[in-house]
Structure formats: C-alpha cells, structure tokens
C-alpha cells in the first residue's frame, strides 16, 4: 500500500513538473512597450494574463495610448523590435511577425471565431490614454503566450479580412510573454 501511494505521487509530482500549465492554473505579468520604425521605446504598462474555466482573462493596465478602440492580437514572432518589409522600410514591431495561427486557418474571425487564436477583443482606452477593461480569450491559455509578442495596434479591430487583418493599423505597443 505504502509503495502504491509513493509511486502515485511520484506519478503526480512528474506529470506537474512536465506539464505544468495543464496541471496548475497560471498568470503572467508582460511588460508592454511603445514601438516605432526606430524600435522599442519606453514601458506604458502592463498586461497581466490569467487561466480561468473561461479562457484567459487580460487585464491591461495601459497609459499613453490614443482614445478609442484599439486592435490587440497575440503574434507568432518572439520579438518587438522593428523589422524591415519587402519593400526595405522600417517598420514597428515587424519581427513580432503575424498574428498567431498555430490550425493555420489564414482567418481573421475574432476571439470567439475560428480563425487565428491570436485574434484578441480590442482594448477600449478612456479619454485619459488608459485602458484597464479585462478581456476574455476562450481559445488561449497562459501557456500559449510564452515566448510570443502581444501587439497593440492604432486603430480599431473589424474581426473581419477585409480590410486586411481586421484593419487595425500600425503596430504601437508590443511586449513579449514570459
């Protein structure tokens, strides 16, 4: 009896230590930065993300952005810095890459679609430049952010491709989880 409780738990301990996001309910606290065709500027904030039974809740705690609807998308790359396009200019964030498609849908639906599950709600910044409102992701788990960029786009978010991925404009904010 002895030696079954020992191996159980033994069991237990390796499959937390192997599998921890799946095991334990986690946060992360990402560092969000402004970004420019130069690179990464200074810190605006952060952006704390928190497993729940409903997805991940982010709860953004941003300053210095403009009033309005802001696009917000977790990418696929592992940087924010800026990057060149193929047409060698400069641009904000270009290294973060697109937006985060590990079922390779090639659409842009939204959080609650099946497209992209780096399609995030849009943040919602007060007159003051602030935004704190929690957005929900069904589809992600902290896990899933680990070593990937969120970006803050200038513009709104249409959930749609047409305009070309939702139409929120130029990378403004990024930070890289974990």
Not at 32 to 57: C, F, P, Q, R
Not at 143 to 165: C, E, F, N, Q
Request: hydrophobic share 40%; net charge negative; proline share 4%.
């Amino acid at each position: 009896m002895f030696l079954m409780r020992l191996l159980a738990s033994l069991l237990a301990l390796c499959i937390t230590l192997l599998f921890p996001s799946r095991v334990n309910a986690g946060s992360l606290e990402i560092d969000i930065h402004s970004i420019s065709k130069d690179g990464i500027g200074e810190s605006i904030g952060t952006v704390l993300a928190s497993d729940s039974g409903n997805g991940l809740v982010i709860t953004p705690s941003l300053t210095g952005l403009s009033e309005g609807e802001h696009g917000f998308h977790l990418h696929a790359g592992t940087s924010c810095q800026a990057d060149l396009n193929d047409d060698n200019v400069s641009v904000a964030g270009l290294a973060a890459k697109g937006h985060w498609d590990p079922d390779n849908t090639n659409t842009h639906s939204g959080p609650f679609g099946d497209g992209h599950r780096g399609d995030l709600s849009r943040l919602i910044v007060n007159a003051d430049g602030s935004t704190t409102t929690e957005v929900v992701a069904p589809r992600l788990r902290t896990a899933d952010l680990l070593g990937r960029a969120l970006i803050v786009h200038s513009g709104g978010d249409t959930y749609s491709d047409i305009p070309p991925l939702g139409g929120g404009g130029a990378r403004i904010a990024c930070g890289v989880a974990g």
